[in-house]
Nanobody, 117 residues
């Protein structure tokens, strides 16, 4: 059974930082494409950042977060991270991670990030 558990969300002031974690079990993140999405109720989900498997690593970011957010992966901990710096109120959303391997796509339950101005 695959489980992805996000943590690290919360309330932060504009300009501050948060680091989100996506702890995985039942799936090896180093062999998966890991993607962070965010969604505001009533809006479409937005791809924030993604990193492909270790075989050929490719990283991409949404234009809105490029230069402020960093996606990474700790293979020993089987955990992915999203370091978020210089936070803005428009970063407020539920953030969730997905991991995709040959079996399909799996997602976590999400963690709320709220940025106050």
């Amino acid at each position: 059974q695959v489980q992805l558990v996000e943590s690290g969300g919360g309330l932060e002031q504009a300009g501050g930082s948060l680091r989100l974690s996506c702890a995985a079990s039942g799936i090896i993140l180093s062999l998966s494409t890991v993607t962070w999405y965010r969604q505001v109720p009533g809006n479409k989900r937005e791809l924030v950042a993604s990193i492909t498997s270790e075989s050929v690593i490719m990283i991409k970011y949404a234009t809105s977060v490029k230069g402020r957010f960093t996606i990474s992966r700790d293979n020993a901990k089987n955990t992915a991270y999203l370091q978020m710096n210089s936070l803005k109120p428009e970063d407020t959303a539920v953030y969730y991670c997905t991991a995709a391997d040959l079996r399909g796509l799996f997602r976590g339950q999400g963690t709320q990030v709220t940025v106050s101005s």
